[in-house]
């Protein structure tokens, strides 16, 4: 994980400590983890064994800003219905997914050249996350609080700055040869990192462990504003099977701390 992300996420961290003194809103910090389903120009769209096999890991740290709550005086703020039902979350986050093709053209002729490059190539990306998302809880977040026990149902929002670093190679020999790459892959390879923006939707829930604590489920959709995150790019206007943008799915767990 590039260093320069961590400073930049102690730096954040600062100045929402400097907010809080201003305007006394608390703070909330944890760390989640779970299975990350990678969707992009590996494998076969609506595939099963594309689904389960483009699989990886996320982790990450995150932070909430807690508007109903005052940590400098151990006390609620006026209560509207914002303060109620909404949380800021900024999040430093990491995932990695090992990449293959499946489907239809792998499992085919299995003396066909075009089929044996297929299941000849390997690929991975390494996708470094940071941003922030508004989260929507539909019920009070002051009553949550106060009931150990409790779910809290949300519903998020944001966006994100990613940096990737991703990795094609073949079993066969380098890629880019008549050998070793199928023509659709010809010259759409690529092995340099880059940064792009993307679009994050989740939707979750917290349960009350204890007064100062919650466990978090959280089920995330997010959307790159690239197809070369995965390192792979087949020409859009020869290939349309392939015109979508990289996009994942990740279902994550974590534990969250309220810092008084």
């Known amino acids: 994980m590039p260093k320069y992300l961590l400073l930049t996420l102690l730096i954040a961290l600062g100045a929402t400590k400097q907010v809080q003194a201003q305007f006394g809103f608390s703070h909330e910090i944890g760390a989640i983890a779970g299975p990350v389903a990678f969707q992009s120009d590996y494998g076969e769209r609506r595939d099963y064994n594309t689904n389960a096999g483009n699989t990886g890991y996320g982790i990450g740290l995150i932070h909430y ?14 209560e509207t ?13 990491f995932n990695k997914t090992m990449l293959r093709h499946y489907g239809e053209w792998v499992d085919g002729d299995r003396k066909k050249l075009f089929n044996r ?35 809290a149902p949300y519903v998020s929002l944001g966006g994100q700055f990613s940096f990737y670093d991703p990795s094609a190679r073949s079993t066969l020999g ?19 990192t880059g940064t792009v923006w993307s679009v994050v939707w989740s939707v979750g829930t917290r349960y009350k462990i204890s007064p100062s604590s919650d ?9 790159y504003f690239s197809d070369w995150v995965d390192g792979l790019n087949p020409n859009p206007n020869i290939y349309t099977e392939n015109k979508a943008n990289d996009w994942l799915v990740w279902f994550n767990v974590g534990y969250i701390y309220y810092i008084q």
């Open 65 to 78: 800003l807690n508007f109903s709550y005052r940590a400098d005086c151990n006390c609620y703020n006026p």
């Open 81 to 93: 219905y914002f303060n109620d039902h909404f949380k800021l979350r900024n999040e430093l986050s």
């Open 117 to 151: 490059q297929l299941r000849a190539m390997r690929g991975s990306t390494s996708v470094t996350n940071i941003g922030m998302q508004l989260e929507y809880f539909p019920l009070s977040i002051r009553d949550f609080t106060a009931s150990v026990g409790a779910f």
């Open 174 to 192: 380098r890629l880019n040869q008549p050998a070793t790459t199928p023509v659709k892959y010809y010259n759409a390879t690529e092995n340099g």
């Open 215 to 223: 466990l978090l489920a959280d089920f995330r959709w997010q959307y």
